[in-house]
């Protein structure tokens, strides 16, 4: 029992012992909360654990610099102070702005000096160094420049480059800002002292804004040995000052201005020698002359760079050589003294011993002149446009007639050319006899892109024409002939003609033809056809196979008239001309006939009658130059188609290309009609036609739509839509040969009225110049 009490009890007293162990630590722990104030912990709530660099270079030397800077997280150590920021100013004065953004590029000047000893020279015991201290105010930073004197033997220029300077000892740790600085005061900068004297009026108004009480500005002494140095630089100028020769000016006005001369030196007296081509070059900013030899290919001369050298020419050369310092600018005269040191001496201005030396100015070079080239007789043949402007401008010089001085060149040779050999055509085997590396013939580009298609311009003459023949079945053949004016090409072609056993198609393939009765191998280039040997009535052989031309299409006609000067057969000067040199019997037979064929005195006779006329009075004019005349004194008449027949033709068509978007198209031209008129503009319309790609031709279309024009550049698109519509409003059946009638010319333009009628009261005006004059008619 007691055994065991006695172990409860030791068990009880562990127990005891263990509790007390364990929740002691727990209360001491959660006693306190955990907030900053707290807690012993002096790393609570602090984000800064670095450390500070303590080594480092210092100008290129390493060392530890680290006794000044913070300690871990940059704290301060025992026994340091805080270092105050770039720019001290008092708190709460001044905007938020950064110093660096205020202050940018503002800068304080003050003007300083400082002495320096020399022992080295029994001259001079100290010198006074001028100096400019700048204090950069955005990071307080300072720079020391001393300016530079001419001959000064001293290192100068910036001699404290810009950084933070530090206080003299013992307050180093700290650097110079602004309040330490004025005027009238020493400053001690890396020890050597600096005397400020004056600054700037920015840094004055800068420092009183500052309340900084300025002090007097002092002078700077002066430094004896520089005083001395100006003195004797002083003694050694003249009291009375050199003649000035001022060349600046001609310099100014006349650089980059040079006078040309073609010269000529005859050099045949000596031995081997010949004439010689010169070129001489005349500056007037300085009055000095070049010369260059002209030397041509294959003359067996050297190609030297320069007949003479750019320098003044004397006039009178070879001249005695002078010895040194005979000629010179000025002349010296002893007044007394002594030569040498302690005599006089002064400038003589009547110049008694100088030695005036003439050389050749512009005045001088004259066309016809001779100019002395060191003994060579040099002519003045001729000169350049600028050198003749220049004399007549200064002198008044009209005349620039030039100097003949080589015969005239002899005319060349005229090159034999071989005859043609039949090889390749005569332009190529010509160039392959002009050269050892043979060309292509060269084609007339120019013309080309003239005279080449330029939208609805051809530039294509046609003409109709039938076979010169005997054989009955060729006779009634009909031919187009087509003239390309871009290079001068024919082009035969035969259109399909029923019942005649001959098959259609080209005829003659485009080329250039050659005019008949021409030998084949001969020297000279053969002629071909021109645009000016085709015309209405013209017989032209075509490769042994004779034409007669017939007829032609309206742009033919209009081209000729347009062209007059080109084509003499549309020119209607030489027409008239021609029927007025008529005998004066003939004049009046022809107005007793014009005057017949008109009894009811209306002015007017048909084309027939008329062309008979001409025809049978053989005065000269051919059947294009009738039909000419025809047209200019005709009374015209637009033939107008039929809007039936043309829907006909476009129903036709429309039907062989199987076109069925009528719909469409419908729905397309009501979508453009904004207000619901039912009307359109003829150009919305034809955009709407090249849209859905109506398969017509674009003379057809425009006829068309000009069908259906109501006014104002606008159609009726229902009705022009329910006429080619070939689906819902067919329209009868059209036969070929009608489809034929329809025809347009080739320049894209409704055919030209025809001529019917001609009115010979204004004939007979424009070329008799009186209509009822028979008895006394005038030409």
Excluded at 41 to 55: A, C, E, P, T, V
Excluded at 257 to 264: G, I, K, P, S
Excluded at 458 to 464: H, I, K, P, T
Excluded at 695 to 712: H, I, N, T
Aim: proline content about 7%.
């Amino acid at each position: 029992m007691a055994t065991s009490n006695g172990k409860d009890e030791r068990t009880s007293h562990e127990l005891d012992k263990r509790k007390k162990y364990i929740y002691i630590p727990i209360n001491a722990t959660m006693a306190l909360p955990m907030l900053p104030g707290n807690s012993l912990n002096k790393n609570l709530g602090k984000d800064k654990f670095h450390k500070s660099q303590h080594f480092d270079y210092s100008n290129g030397v390493p060392m530890m610099v680290g006794s000044g800077k913070p300690g871990i997280g940059g704290e301060l150590l025992l026994g340091q102070k805080s270092q105050p920021n770039y720019s001290v100013f008092p708190n709460g004065e001044g905007s938020d702005t950064p110093s660096w953004v205020a202050f940018d590029k503002q800068v304080l000047s003050f003007n300083a000096f400082f002495q320096e000893a020399v022992p080295q020279k029994r001259e001079e015991m100290y010198r006074v160094r001028k100096c400019k201290i700048y204090f950069y105010l955005e990071d307080d930073t300072i720079q020391v420049v001393e300016p530079e004197l001419k001959n000064s033997g001293i290192p100068q220029g910036t001699l404290i480059r810009r950084h933070r300077i530090p206080l003299p000892p013992p307050d180093d740790e700290c650097f110079y800002t602004v309040h330490d600085f004025n005027i009238n005061q020493q400053m001690v900068l890396y020890s050597r002292t600096f005397m400020v004297t004056n600054c700037d009026p920015f840094t004055r108004n800068f420092l009183r804004k500052m309340g900084v009480r300025l002090n007097p500005p002092t002078s700077t002494p002066l430094d004896p040995y520089s005083n001395l140095r100006l003195e004797m630089e002083k003694s050694m100028k003249p009291l009375r000052p050199y003649e000035r020769l001022d060349t600046l000016k001609q310099f100014l006005d006349h650089d980059r201005n040079v006078l040309r001369f073609y010269c000529h030196w005859d050099d045949s007296e000596n031995m081997f020698g010949d004439p010689r081509e010169l070129t001489l070059h005349y500056f007037l900013a300085d009055d000095t002359i070049e010369i260059r030899e002209v030397i041509y290919p294959n003359s067996g001369r050297d190609a030297t760079p320069k007949f003479l050298h750019r320098s003044k020419l004397p006039k009178h050369a070879p001249n005695p050589k002078h010895q040194p310092g005979d000629i010179t600018n000025r002349t010296v005269l002893n007044v007394f003294g002594p030569m040498g040191q302690g005599g006089r001496y002064i400038l003589d201005s009547l110049k008694t011993g100088a030695v005036h030396e003439q050389f050749y100015k512009d005045s001088d070079l004259t066309l016809g002149g001779m100019v002395n080239v060191w003994g060579r007789r040099v002519i003045i043949c001729d000169c350049d446009n600028f050198t003749k402007e220049f004399y007549r401008s200064k002198y008044g010089i009209e005349d620039f007639s030039p100097v003949q001085y080589k015969a005239p060149l002899a005319p060349k040779p005229p090159r034999p050319v071989p005859p043609y050999n039949g090889f390749g055509s005569e332009e190529d085997s010509l160039c392959s006899c002009q050269g050892l590396l043979p060309k292509p013939p060269q084609k007339d580009f120019r013309k080309l892109m003239e005279k080449d298609r330029q939208g609805l311009e051809s530039n294509v003459l046609r003409f109709m024409g039938k076979m010169v023949t005997e054989n009955p079945i060729d006779r009634d053949r009909l031919f187009i002939i087509s003239f390309y004016l871009s290079d001068d090409t024919i082009c035969v072609f035969e259109p399909p003609q029923r019942n005649t056993g001959v098959l259609a198609g080209k005829f003659l393939e485009r080329g250039r033809v050659k005019k008949p009765g021409q030998e084949l191998f001969k020297s000279e280039m053969s002629q071909y056809f021109s645009a000016q040997d085709l015309y209405v009535g013209a017989k032209i052989n075509l490769n042994n196979q004779g034409f007669q031309l017939i007829d032609a299409d309206e742009y033919a006609f209009n081209y000729m008239e347009q062209h007059a000067e080109e084509f003499p057969r549309a020119n209607m000067g030489s027409i008239i001309s021609k029927i007025r040199s008529i005998p004066e019997d003939k004049q009046n037979e022809i107005k007793q006939f014009l005057t017949l064929s008109d009894p009811g005195n209306t002015g007017l006779i048909p084309y027939e009658p008329f062309r008979g006329l001409l025809v049978g009075l053989e005065c000269g004019l051919s059947e294009h130059e009738v039909m000419m005349l025809g047209r200019c004194f005709c009374e015209r008449q637009q033939p107008e188609a039929e809007v039936g027949f043309m829907l006909a033709v476009a129903q036709d068509h429309l039907r062989k290309k199987h076109f069925e978007s009528f719909s469409d198209m419908t729905r397309a031209f009501t979508h453009e009609d904004r207000h619901r008129t039912g009307h359109l503009s003829t150009k919305e319309a034809r955009t709407i036609c090249k849209a859905f790609q109506l398969p017509l031709a674009e003379d057809l279309l425009r006829a068309l739509l000009k069908k259906f024009d109501v006014g104002s550049e606008e159609m009726d698109y229902h009705a022009f839509l329910a006429g080619i519509n070939w689906r819902e409003n067919p329209a009868p059946p059209v036969l070929p040969d009608d489809a034929l009638k329809f025809n347009v010319d080739w320049s894209r333009e409704a055919r030209g009225p025809e001529v019917k009628s001609i009115n010979y009261s204004v004939l007979l005006e424009d070329v008799f110049g009186s209509v009822n004059s028979n008895t006394n008619p005038t030409l």
